[in-house]
């Protein structure tokens, strides 16, 4: 793996773009201050992608019972059964 390129402040600044195109494709960049490391600027996790109703249909399995209440439970919580 290579090394993550680093800059100094004022060099940071000058070229915030640049840094930013490097970051998005899956680069690394260090930031320092007086030649010691200070910050380190990565690519952020992947999108959730969101889809629309139904989309984990078949990945999850909802059990037969799941609408039944457990026994004493509505007259624990006065629920009509």
């Known amino acids: 793996m290579e090394a993550a390129r680093q800059y100094n402040v004022h060099e940071a600044k000058t070229n915030f773009s ?9 680069e ?5 201050k007086a030649g010691e490391p ?3 600027v990565i690519p952020l996790a992947g999108k959730v992608r969101r889809t629309d109703y139904g989309a984990l ?6 059990a037969d ?3 039944d209440l457990p026994d004493g439970f509505a007259e624990a919580f006065e629920v009509d059964a």
């Open 38 to 40: 200070v910050a380190k």
């Open 18 to 26: 640049k840094i930013l195109e490097a970051v998005a494709t899956g």
């Open 57 to 62: 249909a078949g990945r999850i399995k909802i």
């Open 65 to 67: 019972d799941f609408d």
């Open 28 to 32: 690394e960049v260090i930031i320092s």
